[in-house]
């Protein structure tokens, strides 16, 4: 996978990022970190890299991943705990990654407690296989609780690939789309690289994400960012990660 650039290596330095807002870091929850162990190395490694803060969201996903705020938010606190033993300086916030299925539709319209990050954001998902039926009215009730959509990793929504005004559409709904930094070193394959560098070059990134699960992606983002193939690609780019420092 790493064939994909070449360059010379840099002293890895995402300080420019500052808050890392989608990653699966809390132990326990879903298919990310198991241990809590593993939750405060991964913790000291993503601030050695130069983050301030990071914003764990785990899966809530009715039938696979049945997280809701009763089980991220006390886990939260653990990892705080953690930490802050571990002598770590860096903020450590959660939210969630909603999958965008019949369940999540019904629990908006129950009114029950989202989690939410910055001032109003929300992070969404859809399936890899296939996009969801009721995005467009998923969307809509969330603007109408004055809740701002992040789409996760657009870009590796295959069937968009050739479809490429269904990203603009998010975007005309009032979508921010958040891109996958290991989709930038090719990691996922040279299509999703494809479609990411080309969402950069329309402007149509507002956030970079880890979307951290494991030791596999752990070393993959030590190996990107140590090389300035990643600096060049993010160049420009007219992020809102910093702006979640303060909120």
Request: aromatic share 10%; charged share 25%; glycine share 6%.
């Amino acid at each position: 996978m790493f064939g994909l650039f070449k360059s010379s290596s840099v002293k890895t330095d995402l300080s420019f990022i500052g808050v890392d807002m989608h990653s699966h870091l809390l132990p326990g929850l879903d298919d990310g970190l198991k241990t809590m162990e593993d939750a405060v190395e991964y913790i000291r490694v993503l601030h050695g890299m130069g983050y301030e803060k990071l914003i764990c969201t785990p899966h809530i996903l009715s039938d696979v991943h049945p997280n809701s705020p009763d089980s991220i938010l006390p886990r939260l606190e653990e990892v705080r705990v953690a930490i802050a033993e571990a002598g770590i300086p860096i903020k450590i916030e959660a939210a969630a990654e909603y999958m965008i299925d019949h369940e999540f539709e019904q629990s908006i319209k129950r009114g029950d407690k989202l989690l939410t990050f910055g001032r109003n954001y929300i992070l969404v998902e859809m399936s890899y296989l296939a996009s969801s039926p009721n995005f467009e009215q998923v969307i809509f009730d969330l603007r109408v609780l004055g809740l701002q959509p992040i789409v996760a990793h657009p870009e590796r929504y295959n069937y968009y690939h050739h479809q490429f005004a269904q990203y603009e559409r998010m975007r005309d709904m009032g979508c921010l789309l958040q891109v996958n930094l290991l989709s930038l070193s090719g990691y996922y394959g040279k299509p999703i690289k494809k479609i990411a560098e080309k969402l950069i070059a329309e402007n149509m990134i507002d956030f970079i994400g880890t979307d951290m699960h494991h030791q596999n992606h752990l070393n993959a983002t030590r190996h990107f960012t140590s090389h300035k193939d990643f600096y060049k690609l993010t160049k420009g780019m007219a992020l809102k990660n910093r702006m979640l420092l303060d909120q």
